[in-house]
């Protein structure tokens, strides 16, 4: 009871300097500038009032915070540094270290296993103030067969077994403690799950006598949320179902499943979301037809024919009526997501690499010939139309493959918004007591320009063989592209669009 006392003191302590400390400044400005500095205040506070409304479009909707940021609003980058130097000199004054990783749990519950019938867990760091819970499904392509699981076993055990994974990880980009990082979701609580069952998160299978492996993704999913219910997530507003690649798909696969566990628990007030990365397959025909020997070569529909009953994968009951004996086609975004009921942002590059790898389209130092391009370029339109009705979106015509947990996710950019920026628009349109859309806050952000890499924000390109980078002009020429053909294609002059390809745009 003694040291409680001291923790609440000590607590105290600290909210006082940081009270100080924030205060401070502006008193001291105030008490020694005169009637100049007055005046200055007070034009200051004269155009924080006009700009207050697209200030408050940032902000509402961040239950953790009451803080005032206006007056710092135009160096916030400097501001951030300054409350985590604060932070940390204030240190002494808690009994706690302020740690920033994610630390290994295993789940409780033995009986719900990765592959090789480990434990499977997940990795958590708490922030006891917010009421906003992110769950992030990591990806990492999946088995089909007895044949592809074993290969998968020699050279990627960690996507299979718990037993080497590490104690901590440090979270990235929408999974940062880092506000520099991580504009708006720095501050809620963070689990990252790891992959481990091999199935796109669907099977529902334990590992038998009969059976070599366990197959138990979505499974493992409902038994993390069990226990982060006694962690409080029961109290939480706000659960976002995060994910990328085979995650991102996964997400797709199971956020109505969260919902309804929720629910049916009794948690009717915790919102749930689901932000898919990278994970809005198509199920096209290959560029070049190859015989389904491994996971890289077999072609999607093929691959997840066979995979959803060797998992016994389960995918979401609106979408499983819908395609009665053919439930491998929830497994694909533009037929999945129409029977959903919980609200989900994709984030989709229109050149995905995972895409063109399971199409036979192999980028490897060769310039491609003429078929090859057409086929890129067909994808790219074909991943579009397929976007059309999907009202909440971020899509780069970029040739990459995930984004949400890269380091340098802030920097991409759809027609000049940023995906922190989309995602927060997203969020504030959701709040149950908004009525009308936000003007300058867009949610439907799709490239239009026809080729990879056209938008000038896509991440730097290296050359696979020397791992230079490349220009954007270099990139497009290894490609085979043709700047003559692609002029008369779009109607410009050929001196225009070399112009706007070294330029960037």
Partial sequence: ????????????????????????????????????????????????????????????????????????????????????????????????????????????????????????????????????????????????????????????????????????????????????????????????????????????????????????????????????????????????????????????????HVAEQLKSQGHRGVQVRGLADSGWFLDNKQYKFTDCLDTISCAPTEAIKRGIRYWGGLVPESCRQANVGEEWNCFFGYKVYPTLKSPVFVVQWLFDEAQLTVDNIHLTGQPVHEGQWRYIQNLGQELRSTLGDVPAMFAPACLSHELITRTHWMDIQVKGTSLPRALHCWDRSLQVNKTQPMRGCPLHLIDSCPWPHCNPSCPTIRDQLTGQEMSVIQFLKHMGFDVQKMAQQQGMDPRTLLGMLNDGN
């Avoid at 005046?39 to 009451?66: D, H, I, T």
């Avoid at 803080?67 to 002494?92: C, H, R, W």
């Avoid at 990765?114 to 009421?131: H, L, Q, R, V, W």
């Avoid at 906003?132 to 996507?159: A, I, K, P, V």
């Fill in 1 to 256: 009871m003694q040291s409680r006392g001291v923790v609440r003191g000590s607590v105290r302590s600290c909210l006082l300097l940081l009270f100080i400390h924030m205060s401070a400044p502006v008193e001291a400005k105030r008490a020694h500038g005169g009637r100049a500095q007055t005046r200055r205040v007070q034009q200051q506070q004269q155009q924080q009032q006009q700009q207050a409304p697209a200030y408050r479009e940032r902000v509402e909707g961040a239950e953790s915070f009451a803080l005032d940021f206006t007056a710092v609003e135009g160096n916030m980058d400097n501001f951030m540094v300054q409350i985590k130097n604060l932070a940390q000199s204030l240190y002494p004054c808690s009994v706690q270290k302020l740690d920033q990783e994610m630390k290994l749990q295993l789940l409780k519950n033995a009986s719900v296993t990765c592959n090789d019938g480990s434990p499977a867990g997940y990795y958590i760091k708490e922030s006891k103030g917010s009421k906003r819970w992110l769950l992030f499904l990591e990806g990492g392509w999946y088995c089909f067969n007895r044949q592809t699981c074993d290969s998968r076993y020699e050279t990627m055990r960690r996507l299979m077994s718990s037993t080497k994974w590490p104690q901590t990880r440090t979270g990235t980009g929408i999974l940062s403690p880092q506000p520099e990082e991580n504009p708006h979701w720095w501050n809620a609580n963070m689990v990252f799950i790891p992959y481990c069952s091999s199935d796109v998160w669907s099977g529902v299978t334990p590992k038998t006598d009969q059976s070599d492996y366990a197959f138990m993704g979505s499974l493992i999913i409902k038994e993390v949320v069990n226990e982060l219910l006694t962690k409080g997530l029961d109290n939480a507003k706000v659960l976002l179902l995060a994910g990328s690649s085979a995650g991102g798909t996964g997400v797709l696969l199971n956020v109505d």
